[in-house]
């Protein structure tokens, strides 16, 4: 009962800073400074719970005040902290719940048996390459017996390529818009070709069979 009351009581704050400070928490990070680095993880692990600003915007805008180093740094924390809430909520706090999500998404049962067979390699995989819902590969983490070690290395090794190139990006933006609309638009493009394979692959196989 305590772990219920102490998850809606998390979830009500992070709603309530996420969608009612959200312009004031952007306004805070533009400025710069110490503060801002915290502000800036805070709402990076408020976005992994709701979207209120696009993550690819809020890690470009966050490169380009901090620079790709530090902006990388920033980013990447506030995205594990957020990733390692969503684990822990769904594992011990809303657990009912979480397993009535994952009905809207049938086909995970698939993942879940990669999942059982080799929990880093299947993580780092749909963190690399977002084929499922990266919530959902919270949810389903949360939910089954994976060690939270093994869930916390292997999402921060699969997150940071995508954080280094959107941080890079943000911080060439003022120089260089081309670069940076390049970068974008070639990881975005690289996304959905191999997303597109592996559909393609998968259609294939049940053609076959």
Same mark, same amino acid.
């Given at each position: 009962?305590? #772990?219920?009351? $102490?998850? @809606? ?5 992070? /709603? ?5 400070? #959200?312009?004031? *928490? ?9 503060? !801002? ?9 408020? +976005? &992994?719970?709701?979207?209120? /600003? ?7 805008? /966050?490169? =380009? ?5 530090? =902006? ?35 086909? &995970? ?11 880093? &390699? ?5 963190? $690399? ?6 919530? &959902?590969?919270?949810?389903? +983490? ?20 995508? @954080? *280094? @190139?959107?941080?890079?990006? =943000?911080?060439?933006? !003022? ?14 493009? $690289? @996304? ?18």
């Amino acid at each position: 009962m305590f #772990k219920r009351f $102490l998850s @809606i009581s998390l979830l009500i704050m992070v /709603i309530a800073i996420g969608f009612l400070q #959200k312009d004031e *928490l952007l306004t805070l990070i533009k400025d710069g400074g110490i503060l !801002s680095i915290f502000i800036s993880m805070l709402l990076v692990a408020i +976005c &992994v719970f709701f979207p209120v /600003i696009p993550f690819p915007v809020l890690a470009g805008v /966050i490169g =380009g005040v901090f620079g790709t180093t530090l =902006g990388v740094i920033v980013s990447l924390t506030g995205a594990m902290a957020g990733t390692m809430g969503f684990f822990f909520l769904s594992r011990y706090g809303f657990r009912d719940y979480a397993q009535s999500k994952l009905l809207k998404y049938p086909k &995970v049962q698939e993942y879940e048996e990669f999942l059982n067979r080799n929990s880093f &390699v299947a993580i780092l995989i749909c963190r $690399l390459i977002p084929i499922i819902p990266a919530p &959902v590969v919270n949810i389903i +983490c949360g939910l089954s017996k994976v060690n939270w070690l093994t869930f916390f290395t292997s999402s921060t090794i699969g997150k940071t390529p995508n @954080i *280094l @190139i959107l941080s890079y990006a =943000g911080a060439s933006f !003022s120089s260089n818009r081309l670069l940076s609309f390049g970068l974008y638009g070639g990881y975005i493009l $690289l @996304i959905l070709i191999i997303n597109f394979i592996i559909m393609y692959r998968k259609m294939a196989k049940k053609t076959g069979d």
